[in-house]
Nanobody, 121 residues
Framework: QVQLVESGGGLVQAGGSLRLSCAAS????????MGWFRQAPGNQRELVAT???????NYGDSVKGRFTISRDGAKNTVYLQMNNLEPEDTAVYYC???????????????WGPGTKVTVSS
């Protein structure tokens, strides 16, 4: 099992900033990709940003230029710096990681329990 724990969510006013963190633990051999997705009430889960082990990033259109994803490979941790937040960014943010486990055949894909971000207008 690979566990993901998110932190950093909360309530912020429009135009403000938040930084989310997600740490992976368990029998991890390597992590190929980590990322953030979000789900607002009544909506489907959508891509926010992903980052590969070599630093290639991908962003959802609605967050480009405002959010920045980064990772610390040594700590198996991914970060999401969110600037200029808008009420439309209100959602539960989920961390996702994929890679290989030590002593286990086949790749893993794990999700965190989510952290809530609320942006007030």
């Amino acid at each position: 099992q690979v566990q993901l724990v998110e932190s950093g969510g909360g309530l912020v006013q429009a135009g403000g900033s938040l930084r989310l963190s997600c740490a992976a633990s368990g029998r991890i051999l390597s992590i190929n990709s980590m990322g953030w997705f979000r789900q607002a009430p009544g909506n489907q889960r959508e891509l926010v940003a992903t980052i590969t082990s070599v630093g290639i990033t991908n962003y959802g259109d609605s967050v480009k230029g405002r959010f920045t994803i980064s990772r610390d490979g040594a700590k198996n941790t991914v970060y999401l710096q969110m600037n200029n937040l808008e009420p439309e960014d209100t959602a539960v943010y989920y961390c996702k990681a994929g890679g290989l486990r030590s002593g286990v055949v086949g790749p893993f894909e794990s999700w965190g329990p989510g952290t809530k971000v609320t942006v007030s207008s």
